[in-house]
């Protein structure tokens, strides 16, 4: 029963970093760690932290919940919506990065509103991947300022 998954995160990391056409070099530089631990960690031989996830899912331009979920940081089957729609948002290439931001706002507005609390992990503990906070704007919402 073992609770590493790296063996499979690593395989995801290989085929994301080549689908952005970088070499392992260029994907290491890029979210500032070692080539050599990047290396080990494509290769199933090392479990990363959060924060390292977070780096090389920025340097990769992909989720970093879903990373989080391949490397058993996050409850995958709890979580699997959600981690599935944040992604799906963030990799639209129709989409500039404000308006992703700004859907991803509405929609972890709209969880909250109906109970779900997102942006944090199984621990309740918040997710560090570098999403502004979804708390209330201070603006009125629709619902409010309508009659």
């Known amino acids: 029963m073992a609770s590493l998954n790296v063996g499979n995160l690593g395989e995801y990391l290989r085929e994301q970093r080549r689908n952005a056409q970088l070499s392992l070099r260029q994907l290491a530089e890029a979210a500032g760690v070692s080539n050599p631990y990047l290396s080990q960690i494509e290769r199933g031989l090392r479990k990363p932290s959060a924060e ?30 959600e981690v599935e729609t944040r992604a799906v948002i963030l990799a639209d290439p129709t989409l500039d990065e404000r308006q992703k931001q700004v859907l ?28 502004p906070p979804a708390a209330e704007s201070g603006g009125a919402s629709p619902r409010e300022t309508a009659g």
């Open 52 to 81: 390292v996830l977070q780096q090389v899912a920025k340097a990769l331009r992909i989720s970093a919940e879903t990373l989080y979920v391949r490397a058993g940081i996050l409850d995958a089957e709890r979580d699997r919506d």
């Open 104 to 131: 991803l706002q509405i929609y972890e507005s709209f969880r909250k509103e109906n109970g779900y609390g997102a942006g944090a992990d199984a621990g309740g503990t918040p997710i560090p991947d570098g999403r």
